[in-house]
């Protein structure tokens, strides 16, 4: 099973908007409706961010939207701040064969 | 309040083997799906294992590249979770993490470990 793919980098002004793709395939993203995403800071330990596509976990802001079209999903963060620097994972379910969950390659999100 | 903790990290030949340790507090590691999860150095994270929740016959999944070399095991009476890794490659360099995963489908990882690093060199 091959990574999903996510664009290498993706920057934006505070307040602004931006959003982060990540593509797979018939075989994951396309039939199931188990995307979640991650944020990471160097060194530490990944955050969830987004649950089912589009679900926010308890503690979450509102400023992070999910949503999928397709065989691609995205993130989208709205408002940007200083403190959503980091890097950007997705991960769906893939299920049916011996590996259950696929991540995406990453995306480093810069604040300008 | 959730705490894992690994430990067992550390630098290892190739074709040796190391046995990395997640001890739970917060929660029972019996009672929760639990996953290994692991980024190379300057790399993307990378699902590698899970082991189901239950008493019963236990359900353990592998990414392709670790089967036959890797077993995902816990304790239930020392409440940890392992990572018994064999037949160690170069490539399997990274750091582990364990995380607990809610439902064992959703790809909801939501509590982690701080990382063990292992370093497979000659």
């Known amino acids: 099973q091959s990574a999903l793919t996510q664009p290498a980098s993706v920057s934006g002004s505070p307040g602004q908007s931006i959003t982060i793709s990540c593509t797979g395939s018939s075989s994951d993203i396309g039939i199931y409706n188990l995307v979640s995403w991650y944020q990471q800071y160097p060194g530490k330990a990944p955050k969830v961010m987004i649950i089912e596509v589009t679900k926010r976990p308890s503690g979450v802001s509102d400023r992070f939207s999910g949503s999928k079209s397709g065989n691609t999903a995205f993130l989208t963060i709205s408002g940007l701040q200083a403190e959503d620097e980091g890097d950007y994972y997705c991960?769906?379910?893939?299920?049916?064969?011996?590996?259950?969950?696929?991540f995406g390659t990453g995306t480093k999100v810069t604040v300008l | 309040e959730v705490q894992l903790v690994e430990s067992g990290g550390g630098l290892v030949q190739p074709g040796g083997s190391l046995r990395l340790s997640c001890a739970a507090s917060g929660i029972t590691v019996s009672d929760n799906y639990m996953v290994w999860v692991r980024q190379a150095p300057g790399k993307g994270l990378e699902w590698v294992s899970v082991i189901y929740a239950g008493v019963a016959d236990v359900n353990t999944y592998y990414t392709d590249s670790v089967k036959g070399r890797f077993t995902i095991s816990r304790d239930k009476s020392k409440n940890t979770l392992y990572l018994q890794m064999d037949s160690l490659r170069v490539d399997d360099t990274a750091v582990y993490y364990c995380a607990r995963d809610v439902s064992g489908y959703m790809g909801h990882f939501d509590y982690w470990g701080q990382g063990a690093l292992v370093t497979v060199s000659s």
């Open positions: 991960c769906s379910y893939v299920g049916g064969g011996s590996s259950l969950h696929v």
